[in-house]
């Protein structure tokens, strides 16, 4: 082996172990994250989420998960600011996700319509015309790219049951939808062990409360 090519496999090799040594960095930060979550402790787990976002700039997971988790928080919230903070906090997130991703990632656009409906929650004489036709729209491209994916289906028919709730309207449809949506959660199956896989337990209740 000439010099020329032991130099050229020993900078490869350098890279390769780089690379390794990177993803496993990345790998173990983000099982300490859901850990620290699982474990009740947002707030660290948000936090590592975020120091994880800075140092991983090709990955859009990190930021994903603090949209997410500043999303779900907002949902038993009372006080407006804080309500504001945290969707503005979690729009933050999923804007750099997007920068980080490709614009048919069908899950990032679920997350899209989810903050849009919290909005539409927190107050819907504001946010109800501003973001209803959004959220439809959104979820209607994610079941145009991704049929089988349970959270386009779930999430799409629990915003239009809610909706019909509120105007008054059979929600007999969407509860075979939602229903129909425990199957692909059966058979999903995650790019990886950090990719979403939430929201069959939720499915679950759904399903449960229409045939109450």
């Given at each position: 082996?000439?010099t ?7 900078l490869?090799?350098a ?6 040594k990177?993803?496993?960095n ?13 474990e ?7 936090n ?22 500043n999303s779900?928080?907002?949902?038993n919230?009372k ?17 750099i ?16 319509a989810?903050i ?18 959004k959220?439809?729209?959104?979820y ?13 289906v779930?999430?799409?028919?629990d915003?239009?049951?809610?909706s019909?709730?509120y105007f ?18 059966d058979?999903f ?9 939430w ?8 399903t449960?409360s229409?045939?109450?």
């Open positions: 082996m000439n020329l090519v032991k130099i050229a496999v020993i490869v090799l890279l390769t172990n780089n690379q390794a990177a993803q496993t990345f790998e173990k930060g983000m099982t300490k994250a859901f850990e620290l979550w699982e009740g402790k947002w707030d660290e787990a948000e590592m989420f975020e120091r994880i976002a800075k140092a991983e700039q090709d990955q859009w997971l990190p930021n994903y998960y603090v949209a997410q988790m779900l928080k907002s949902w919230e006080d407006a600011t804080v309500i504001k903070a945290q969707l503005g906090k979690a729009q933050e997130h999923l804007d996700a997007k920068t980080k991703s490709s614009e048919e990632n069908v899950e990032l656009i679920i997350m899209q989810q849009y409906t919290n909005w539409i929650v927190f107050d819907g004489m504001t946010y109800g015309m501003k973001y209803s036709g959220v439809n729209e959104l209607k491209k994610a079941l145009e790219l991704e049929p089988e994916n349970p959270r386009a779930f999430c799409k028919a915003w239009e049951m809610g019909a709730k008054g309207k059979d929600t007999t449809p969407y509860c075979d939808e939602i229903e129909a949506s425990l199957e692909l959660f058979t199956k995650p790019e990886s062990a950090f990719h979403p896989n929201g069959r337990e939720r499915a679950e209740e759904v449960k229409c045939k109450e």
